[in-house]
């Protein structure tokens, strides 16, 4: 699988769309919103540039993009409202694959603009947005030309399939059944695709920039744990059935891996500290459910286990659709995701199960 | 008619799209090239940064969008390599309206990043290009970024259709019927936009950055020239044909006046003069057939009527089926198109016409 022509998220709004099933994405902004504000205050008790140069990996398209934008220009107003300063000019660059739907947020923007000349008065900073399509695997911007980085919901994404997964048979990812091989293979694909991903970035951001991280990984040192891997456990189980059923070849399952990796702290650490261009300043858990309505700040929510076995399975469809109908045909999706939910139902109605969401904050020595 | 929403060139890569339609505007690219060389020679001679940011204005979507490109990176390394300097970064913004089709654009970026570094190597300069949506009558880039801006065939479109075109009946641009309050209203949008135009730009450009701009203009005095005029007549030419017929309200096409305009280089000088912010370093002719195929480079073309009419109309097609359907409904377009077709090609085996080009290139004081 070549993974940057294939990875996208569903574009355009359609009921299968990532944009209206991006909830769990869009809690995990919400909860990195505090760290976020420290960091950018951080940063600009020692930066003050005219324009601030932001770019955002990882983008996608949907609601949730431009509500990032929308964060980092309220806590630049709050900070500069604070300190009495002129709020600078904003230039963003939204990163993703060249398959993401950039027309949609293109599209969007106008409305986008306009609200906030409402909000924030003529007065206000600028706000220039632009479209960068390219693998974070690469380069994507000049030599120190960014003051902070912006990435959620991407990093776990590897750039390639690990080599040498030949033995993980019945399995999409690593799960309880996969050899030590398996593990090892994913965690030096890890190490390789962050690292890399750091000495580039390092290459883009000035001095004393940012760089502000959250994406999916684990408490438990064991990658093969229920808190990173169940949710994709569950999908090879569908397509398990579906196997047993004549529905899909077995070595087409078999020859079937993510190219994801969910990461402990330890093992961040550890790239960061080898790949020495960046300074840890904060790295914090905190938990999405899977079903990401079943959220303390939603008080109206009353469990039902078939429609969260909906919410999850819509959400990770419009993930992984892309990449599934690539390996397998478009014709099983409906059906293998219509046995998803039910195992998903089945799984919830058990046990209330989240994703583990590692949020990190790094200085550019 | 909301100009910044409805005015695109056709997406896609179909029979009628821009991409496979606009001979003329790369024509006018290639003819353009000795300027092009000729300001960037110049431009380089006084700066020398290590990234180069240029910007190209209503790039559209399709073979010239990225053909511009092309052309500037050859342009640089070619002077750098003369001059014995290491070619500098490049950071390119491609801008056209929210409505152009990006998508398809950065889908190709993939095979053009792969293709430069066959070229020139991994040793060459680097260039990372993005999308910019939004009207260039409006800010698009923070204070004092860019370098050169390049624009082709796009200037001459207005940001709305001037006021006070009521009295223009029968026609779609300023026809030899026009009354002389059309001329006016004509030209003082005109007028305002380009000097608005400059106004944004050179808040946008550094001290000595240079803008380097071909568009349609005339070098008649009179503005119902044929030179500038001929292409629309012909097309309010169908669409009378189709209200004669009753497939079209009188009033519906009494209504529809084109956003755009051609002016001399009087005019055009006039207008930078006042304005102030840029000196004019060289303005020039050149003319492009209306059928471009029909080229002194084209050693192999044999004039036929009905051939050069359908490559007229499609090319004219690509540009303005956005703006006729959304006034006259998508019903009537292929009728009205094959009704042009004709009257273009027996307009073509009487008198080989041409679209005057005007190509200008300016100094930020």
Redesign the interface.
């Known amino acids: 699988m070549e993974v940057?022509?294939v990875l996208h998220m569903i574009g355009g709004d359609g009921e299968t769309s990532y944009s209206n099933n991006s909830i769990v994405q869009k809690t995990a902004i919400s909860k990195a919103r505090p760290f976020l504000e420290a960091t950018l205050t951080d940063l600009y008790c020692t930066t003050f540039p005219?324009?601030l140069r932001v770019a955002d990996l990882g983008c996608s398209s949907g609601p949730n993009t431009l509500l990032v934008i929308s964060e980092i220009i309220e806590v630049i107003e709050a900070i500069c409202h604070e300190k009495n300063r002129i709020s600078p000019?904003l230039?963003v660059?939204l990163n993703d694959l060249?398959?993401?739907?950039?027309?949609s947020i293109?599209?969007s923007?106008?409305n986008f603009y306009g609200k906030l000349k409402k909000q924030k008065g003529e007065e206000s900073g600028?706000c220039?947005?632009?479209?960068?399509?390219?693998s974070f695997y690469g380069?994507?911007?000049?030599?120190t030309?960014l003051h902070f980085v912006h990435s959620s919901y991407s990093v776990h994404w590897l750039s390639q399939v690990p080599r040498g997964l030949e033995s993980n048979k019945g399995n999409i990812y690593i799960g309880k059944a996969s050899p030590p091989g398996v593990l090892k293979a994913y965690l030096e694909q890890f190490q390789r695709d962050f690292s890399k991903f750091l000495t580039l970035r390092s290459q883009e951001i000035v001095h004393g920039g940012r760089i502000f991280l959250t994406f999916l990984g684990r408490r438990s040192a064991d990658p093969s744990s229920k808190e990173c891997c169940y949710i994709w456990e569950l999908l090879a189980k569908s397509l398990m059935n579906m196997v047993s059923e004549g529905l899909v070849e077995d070595a087409k399952l078999d020859s079937f891996n993510l190219p994801c990796y969910l990461p402990t702290a330890g093992e961040v650490r550890a790239i960061v500290a080898v790949e020495g261009s960046f300074i840890v300043d904060q790295l914090e858990f905190f938990d999405v459910n899977w079903d990401a309505n079943d959220d303390d700040n939603n008080k109206d929510f009353v469990f039902d286990k078939c429609t969260s076995g909906k919410n999850v399975a819509k959400g990770i469809r419009a993930v992984a659709e892309s990449m599934l109908t690539t390996h397998f045909g478009e014709a099983i999706i409906d059906d293998l995701f219509s046995r998803y939910t039910e195992h998903v139902a089945e799984h919830l109605s058990k046990e209330k199960t989240k994703h583990v969401n590692l949020v990190i904050s790094m200085t550019k020595k």
Chains 1, 2 share one sequence.
């Open positions: 940057p022509s005219e324009c000019e230039q660059f060249p398959g993401n739907d950039f027309n293109f599209k923007l106008p600028r220039f947005i632009s479209g960068v399509p390219g380069r994507l911007f000049p030599s030309s």
